[in-house]
């Protein structure tokens, strides 16, 4: 059965918003993130669909609080929650919050292409 670690994850995004570990289990990614200040990813997903987030998450809020924002809503998720996002929407996290997500991994990568590029052109301040 696949199975891994936080430590066992590389280290792929090492910003001053956040610190992502990414591994690859078959066909999902799981994501150990943290994020050291307040983090607002408007910006992060400019240039995907309705400018939002088009991957699905399942995940865990180990420390702090994660809000989903949707066209129509917005969700909050604290320490200890579960959740399930689907596509369509934008994170913003409090700081010292920790998430575990589990996400299909093509449409990860697909995501994140967009999200690592506008990234490096804010100097990784998003």
């Known amino acids: 059965m696949p199975r891994t670690r936080k430590d066992e994850a590389p280290l792929l995004v090492d910003a001053p918003v956040i610190q992502g570990r990414y591994i690859e289990l078959d066909d999902y990614t799981v994501s150990f993130e943290t994020f050291p200040g307040d983090a607002d990813g408007t910006q992060a997903f400019r240039g995907l669909p309705d400018d939002r987030c088009q991957c699905p998450h399942w995940g865990i809020v180990l420390t702090g609080r994660l809000l989903l924002r949707y066209r129509d809503r917005t969700e909050t998720y604290e320490a200890g929650d579960v959740y399930y996002a689907p596509p369509g929407h934008v994170p913003v996290v409090t700081a010292g919050t ?3 997500d589990f996400s299909p991994s093509k449409e990860f990568q697909q995501t994140m292409a967009v999200v ?7 100097g990784g301040t998003q």
């Open 98 to 100: 920790e998430t575990v």
């Open 116 to 122: 690592a590029a506008n990234m490096a052109a804010s």
